[in-house]
């Protein structure tokens, strides 16, 4: 069965001029073609769950598998955890129930449109979602967060040593356009739990379950939705207000800032593979055509020259300026998703002390160069980073870089830095 109706394969031209090549190439390099979703998805299941992206590694040749053999793996892994649940196994059913809900949600990724697979895989993923919550080792609250007289879907996670009474800080992620809310929170060990900082995950405007909900990206949307959360949570007795920060991710860069720039107890600001460039010339124009595609879909286009209008007032264009705390960015030397000089220009425009973790060699989401396999780990050191912030440790503005044997060379920032091409000469 094909994952997209050919109307909705039509809709963005490279698509449409690209398939046949498309499918070659998954054919050739497999299904982390355009980027490591699939070690993505996998790194907060755990190892227990390899074989089951290992299995749909091995069964994808083509574009239209990828829904079908990631569907396959969540139910055989619902199934699993359901017989798991029945036999009163609830610590390895929700582990089950959590790595079902992840591949479903990878399923739904290929699926551009509001056809009934993707609202079926929707249902699955929520249900194993919440069963999961419901055994969890930690407090897991469901959230609606009311937005434009309706809800953007959301879960708070406390972390695991939370004693009643307690008020902890709380860490709001953002994920980026390929990016499920359920892989926001590690199956076990997350890294920000487990410094005693609650973290809450949601799907804004755009994203996997608000675009099925027909809630759709605009150029201030995640401005109000920071705001509703921001109310939301000052309604969870166990949460400090005071002490909030933002990490965002990939395209979730831009709207993780926006979103701290709104929020007055806004302590921190970190994001990873930032997203920056306006028009997103580089993802939409010199990467995979699925991106742009999907993309459409989040901002409810389906005719390409209008949504190529719209886009252009997507961008970050005078955000720096408004950002009011500490500013980390983890990004790649060579990103290929979105330009570096964009990246340079953000940060020439904050204000407040900021750091760029920059890594030779590596592209967007990292994890294929020496300098990430040896270097800090990007999510670590964000959560290092935070922590510090909540704690009141000052820092300094520099440009740190991760060199290709792991070893971070710091320097002070200045003013109005630009992109050293040739940039080992630096250290």
């Not at 239209?64 to 609830?90: C, F, H, P, V, W």
């Not at 995640?222 to 400090?240: H, M, N, P, T, V």
Request: with cysteine; hydrophobic share 35%; proline share 5%.
């Amino acid at each position: 069965m094909p994952t997209l109706p050919s109307g909705v394969e039509r809709r963005v031209e490279r698509f449409r001029e690209q398939r046949w090549v498309l499918d070659n190439v998954i054919r050739s390099v497999g299904v982390t073609w355009d980027q490591g979703d699939m070690d993505f998805a996998l790194f907060p299941c755990g190892i227990g769950a390899l074989g089951d992206f290992l299995r749909v590694e091995r069964n994808v040749k083509k574009y239209n598998d990828i829904a079908r053999e990631y569907s396959a793996a969540g139910k055989r892994r619902q199934e699993a955890a359901e017989n798991l649940d029945q036999q009163g196994y609830t610590v390895a059913a929700r582990e089950s129930y959590y790595i079902a809900s992840v591949l479903y949600g990878q399923a739904q990724w290929p699926i551009a449109d509001h056809t009934r697979q993707n609202h079926e895989l929707e249902k699955r993923k929520n249900h194993c979602y919440a069963k999961y919550a419901e055994y969890a080792d930690h407090i897991v609250r469901r959230a609606e967060i009311p937005y434009q007289g309706k809800a953007l879907p959301g879960w708070l996670h406390l972390p695991p040593d939370y004693k009643p009474g307690d008020k902890v800080p709380c860490v709001i992620t953002v994920g980026g356009m390929d990016s499920t809310k359920e892989i926001c929170v590690a199956l076990t060990g997350d890294q920000l739990l487990s410094r005693g900082i609650a973290v809450f995950l949601f799907d804004g405007p755009g994203q996997y379950s608000a675009a099925l909900r027909e809630i759709f990206v605009t150029e201030a949307g995640f401005y109000e939705a920071g705001r509703a959360i921001y109310d939301w949570l000052g309604q969870q007795s166990e949460i400090d207000t005071e002490q909030i920060a933002v990490r965002g991710v990939s395209m979730g860069a831009m709207w993780a800032s926006q979103i701290s720039t709104v929020i007055p107890t806004t302590k921190a600001c970190a994001i990873a593979y930032p997203s920056y460039e306006q028009g997103e010339d580089t993802a939409f124009q010199m990467n995979s055509p699925t991106f742009k595609l999907r993309f459409m879909f989040m901002a409810g286009y389906e005719d390409e020259a209008e949504f190529d209008k719209f886009i252009q007032g997507v961008n970050s264009h005078g955000l720096g300026e408004k950002v009011a705390c500490p500013y980390l960015v983890c990004s790649g030397e060579d990103d290929d998703w979105s330009s570096i000089e964009s990246t340079f220009e953000v940060l020439n425009d904050v204000r407040t002390p900021k750091e760029l973790l920059l890594y030779q060699g590596e592209g967007h989401t990292l994890h294929s160069r020496p300098s990430s396999y040896l270097g800090p780990n990007e999510f670590v050191y964000m959560a290092d980073w935070i922590s510090d912030r909540f704690k009141g440790k000052p820092m300094e503005s520099v440009l740190s870089v991760v060199d290709a044997t792991g070893r971070i060379h710091r320097e002070p920032w200045g003013e109005d830095r630009s992109y050293d091409y040739g940039l080992p000469g630096l250290v």
